[in-house]
């Protein structure tokens, strides 16, 4: 398993833009996913986003146009951009990475993830 650290987080009005990172203990070059959650109170945790080693992502559509996922070349670090930020987006986020179940491809599912972070609050006000 990797150790997952997210960063970022924090409160912002609607409309606005927050980045996340999250900063893992060793490169993931290999074959990995990379994929970011997120968990309000009362609900499931959902998926957000996941990218691949080779760059290619995989969205909720909730949030295709609004945030981008993306990864360092080392693939080491993690982040989301996040823009128009909605009052429905407030969560805690959390960051997860692990080999991908077919191929390049990687899901947003949480049971395909066997290491997380600990999460990161975003609060979005109205």
């Known amino acids: 398993q990797v150790h997952l650290v997210e960063s970022g987080g924090g409160s912002v009005q609607a409309g606005g833009s927050l980045t996340l990172s999250c900063a893992a203990s060793?490169?993931?070059?290999?074959?990995?996913?990379m994929a970011w959650f997120r968990q309000a109170p009362g609900k499931e945790r959902e998926g957000v986003a996941a990218i691949h080693n080779s760059g290619t992502t995989e969205y909720a559509d909730s949030v295709k146009g609004r945030f981008t996922i993306s990864q360092d070349n080392p693939k080491k670090t993690l982040y989301l951009q996040m823009n128009s930020l909605r009052p429905e987006d407030t969560a805690m986020y959390y960051c997860a990475a692990d080999r991908p179940l077919w191929g390049r491809k990687c899901t947003v599912i949480p049971g395909a993830y066997n290491s997380w972070g600990r999460g990161t609050q975003v609060t979005v006000s109205s």
């Open positions: 060793r490169s993931l070059n290999d074959n990995y996913c």
